[in-house]
């Protein structure tokens, strides 16, 4: 042997079980975290703080939408910082406990709001104190201690008073533990109110964005009289047994990364107190811009600093990055899901699906598979890349894909299962090319190419591993369902799955929209939106900018139809879709122009224009009947309407191939669309009042002989369609996706529409030409689930683990949520979850207790003492 036992390491390390012995106590659950949060004054605002991005400054009455979601995640506490302007600040910090400061407002509302969540109040001056500093200085400007405790107890007290849990003094003068703990022992308080020492705080560098945050940077000096100076270890100590000393509950130490000696010096001398640490601002920040700037990913170089935080002994960590990383926790157990033992169709299909893999790749097996519905889009065509909200849900038909990483290899291998249809194709990870030849539809394969080059180009990993993607799919294509976004998405989760990059839903859909502009579809992202965020049952309001979904629930007595009119329309392939679009911008820029919009030229979207003039969309629609007569505009008639050059349209407004279009029908576009976006806050409207079929019917029908008319993009067959479905008695129907061909979909009573299927049916007779798919013709459908990730054990049949556990398996019980990496492997991206970490245990003999031992023991000896002593008086 060439190696001693003892020296080899890595038989600790191979695989990922071992890895978390190795690891204990470093995990991060909920409760490790606490969030600092900055409470400005003005209660309706949201203030964004240059220096510490993403972070915002909260008014009282916008704070509770932004916590809700972060609660909901797992948040268990938060560290609440009063901001406040000038004027209101003085020598002794006034404003600090005055009833208007919004921390003391804040609080009971937080209290009521989430009554699990633990509240912290720092404490301080320098927020409120016109000299900036964090006591009470005299006349000469120098710390003077009496006041200055005495006046950080008042304070502390009026945060205990208006209920915080947990008093957090940062001002590091001498001897407020104590005073604050009496002040709160005087009002009856001390046993429910907890006090957080930062007892090692260091003068540091790392405070600057807090400090525009807070606006509580020295006007004058700096702190380096009474905070820590950096080299300080012995002082530290010291500091943080005076504050034990005097009765403290909870020990801080901050900053937290230059630190780390300091965390593990504090740990240990005081094992059985629960240590914080402070990941400040300037920490938060340097993390933020390396990541911005491409040192590092920021998900693992922030894990790794959390763990490092962990290891060397914090118990919690307050951080900026806490909704973040609650974020992450989040994701991994929603994303895996077991099939349940109704799902008999997609079941068959996954065998069949896993069956043609192990055939064609000679036995192996696909490690995961994938499902992404296809959508339709109930009502709002041709809104959405005007600004406007659409009405989708998602749908049975959906692509499957069986996936299996390959090690050591960068190589893809892409496949479909109808393979004389849509060819093989493979090529490497790191060598994605995406060439599209004009007024030809792309390839299958290159709407897989990229969703993987969107999750390359967001993630920034250099990929490890190549893969095998083997697909099969219901969705027709071209037919206005979103079978395209639909591939780009079930690449893009494939990939992320294979290299373990988690992403949210929402920046799934982010990413993989803007992945689909690599084949040159500019889409407004409701498609990956609804892809990813769709719940069973429910359809979904998606608005844009920010983009937002509300659940919309279909009334249950009414079912959907959608039925093909086998003309198909590649959106690529022609230019007809991008004229629409152009046609809008001209004229969302004619509005702002004629109506003396400043900047006109920025107006690009009809809903831009609505929201600078503040008026309804009922005005809307009458202002467009005012400015614009019926007859096509020409090229030359625009360009004096704008007066502007005829090359400035071409190049600022138009796009690379509506350039050479002479004309533009402004009017009728424009009545659509504003006409569009009110029946669909209709259509809303109805879904959560009245629940009237006939009534959401009647917005279909209207809006499908908007898009005839006014948009000029349905189709014989579509009409004819509607018109069938009319007549069999549908509620209502209308094209639906881009129009131009694709399918209608129609609204039907759900008792009634087995034979409204069958007459529909029948009106196709002798219409059907022999290349297409009758199965998926004319088919009932129900808002279905989105995106999801199932694992291998679906092949098993569950019946028998049902049998066996008594109870039905649900889709929430996924079986597994993580995959085991192979024996040796060089590379293993970890992933946070949530762990429910152990309670740390206490070592047996502290060297407090021993302290306490000695004490008791010694008192024991002195009463006995005592009492010897009267016994022999
Ligand atoms: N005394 C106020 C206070 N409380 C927390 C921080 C810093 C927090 C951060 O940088 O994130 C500071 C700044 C300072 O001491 O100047």
New binding site residues.
């Given amino acids: 042997m060439d190696i001693a036992p003892e020296n080899v390491l890595h038989s600790k390390i191979f695989n990922d079980t071992l890895r978390k012995w190795q690891c204990s106590n470093t995990e991060l659950s909920p409760h490790n975290l606490m969030l600092?949060l900055f409470i400005s004054e003005s209660d309706d605002a949201i203030e964004e703080i240059s220096s510490l991005p993403e972070v915002c400054r909260f008014g009282v009455n916008r704070i509770r939408e932004f916590l809700e979601p972060i609660v909901k995640l797992g948040l268990q506490s938060v560290l609440l910082f009063g901001v406040t302007n000038k004027s209101k600040k003085d020598e002794i910090a006034s404003f600090a406990d005055a009833p208007e400061n919004p921390v003391i407002r804040v609080i009971p509302l937080l209290k009521t709001w989430f009554p699990n969540l633990t509240v912290a109040c720092?404490v301080?001056l320098?927020p409120y104190a016109s000299h900036g500093h964090?006591g009470i200085l005299t006349a000469d400007n120098i710390i003077e201690p009496k006041a200055s405790r005495k006046r950080l107890a008042e304070v502390a007290c009026s945060y205990a008073k208006a209920g915080a849990d947990i008093i957090a003094p940062?001002?590091m003068m001498d001897g407020r533990i104590k005073e604050i703990k009496s002040q709160l022992a005087e009002l009856g308080l001390i046993s429910r109110v907890c006090v957080l020492s930062y007892s090692a705080k260091f003068q540091s560098n790392?405070?600057g964005?807090?400090?525009d945050a807070a606006d509580?940077g020295a006007k004058f000096g700096d702190?380096r009289c009474y905070?820590l100076p950096c080299g300080s270890k012995g002082l530290a100590l010291s500091a943080v047994k005076r504050d034990v000393r005097e009765g403290c509950d909870l020990l801080m130490v901050k900053p937290a990364m230059p630190y780390l000696d300091i965390i593990k010096q504090t740990k240990e001398e005081y094992p059985e107190i629960p240590l914080f640490a402070?990941q400040?601002?300037?920490e938060y920040a340097m993390l933020y811009h390396g990541a911005k700037s491409g040192v590092f990913e920021l998900k693992s170089a922030l894990k790794e600093s959390l763990t490092g935080i962990r290891r060397a002994g914090a118990d919690c960590i307050i951080t900026y990055y806490s909704p973040k990383i609650l974020k992450w926790f989040q994701k991994m157990p929603q994303i895996f899901k077991t099939l349940s033992a109704d799902d008999e169709e997609l079941k068959s299909s996954f065998k069949k699906l896993n069956d043609s893999f192990v055939e064609k790749y000679n036995g192996l097996q696909p490690d995961f598979f994938v499902r992404v519905p296809g959508r339709v889009n109930l009502i709002g065509e041709h809104v959405d890349y005007n600004g406007y909200c659409v009405c989708p849900m998602a749908i049975k038909q959906s692509i499957l894909a069986a996936v299996k990483s390959v090690d050591n290899s960068l190589n893809v291998s892409m496949s479909n299962v109808e393979n004389k249809k849509y060819a093989d194709y493979s090529c490497k990870l790191d060598k994605i090319v995406i060439e599209i030849e004009s007024n030809k539809p792309p390839a299958w394969y290159q709407y897989v190419l990229c969703g993987f080059k969107g999750i390359l180009e967001t993630s920034r990993v250099q990929p490890s591993k190549g893969l095998i993607f083997h697909i099969c799919g219901t969705i027709p294509p071209a037919s206005g369902l979103s079978s395209s976004s639909a591939l780009v998405c079930a690449a893009a989760l494939s990939l992320s799955v294979v290299l373990n990059v988690d992403f949210s839903n929402t920046e799934l859909a982010e990413i993989t929209a803007k992945a689909e502009r690599h084949i040159g579809t500019e889409g407004g992202g409701m498609d990956q939106a609804i892809i990813f965020n769709a719940k069973k049952g429910t359809a979904s309001k998606i608005s844009f900018d920010p983009l937002k979904l509300t659940e919309v629930s279909i009334p249950q007595k009414g079912v959907f139809v959608i039925a093909q009119s086998m003309v198909t329309k590649n959106k690529a392939a022609s230019n007809d879709f991008n004229a629409r679009v152009v046609e809008c911008r001209l004229a969302s820029l004619i509005i702002a122009k004629k109506l003396g919009l400043n900047q006109w030229h920025e107006y690009k979207k009809l809903a831009d224009v609505q929201n600078s003039l503040k008026y309804d969309l009922g005005k809307m629609l009458q202002v467009v009947s005012e400015i614009f007569h019926g007859n096509y505009y020409s090229k030359d008639e625009v360009c004096q309407i704008l007066d502007i050059s005829e090359s400035r349209l071409e190049d600022e407004f138009l796009t690379k191939n509506t350039k050479f279009i002479e004309e533009f029908k402004l009017k009728d576009r424009a009545l659509h669309v504003f006409g569009e976006a009110l029946r669909v806050e209709m259509f809303c409207k109805i879904c959560e009042t009245t629940k009237s079929l006939p009534e959401l019917g009647r917005m279909m029908f209207e809006s499908h002989t908007s898009l005839k008319n006014y948009y000029e993009c349905s189709h014989a067959a579509l009409d004819r369609l509607v018109a069938v479905c009319s007549m069999n008695g549908a509620f209502g129907a209308r094209l639906t996706g881009a129009g131009w061909g694709g399918c209608i979909v129609a609204l039907v009573a759900a008792d009634s529409v087995a034979e409204f299927v069958k007459s529909v049916k029948a009106s196709y007779a002798g219409q059907i030409p022999t290349t297409v798919d009758t199965a998926n013709l004319i088919f009932v459908t129900k808002p279905g689930i989105g995106a999801s990730v199932f694992n291998p054990l679906i092949l098993e049949d569950n019946r028998m683990m049902e049998s066996a556990l008594g109870r039905t398996i649900s889709e929430s019980d996924g079986a597994f949520k993580d995959y085991v990496p192979k024996v040796g492997l060089i590379y293993h991206k970890e992933s946070p979850q949530l762990v429910f970490c152990k309670p740390k245990l206490m070592p047996l003999k502290s060297l407090t207790l021993e302290r306490l031992e000695k004490l008791q023991e010694d008192s024991d000896k002195a009463l006995k003492e005592a009492k010897t002593a009267q016994r022999t008086n």
Avoid: A, H, N, T
């Fill in positions: 600092p720092d301080c320098c964090c940062s001002d790392f405070y964005p807090f400090r509580s702190r905070q402070y400040v601002s300037g």
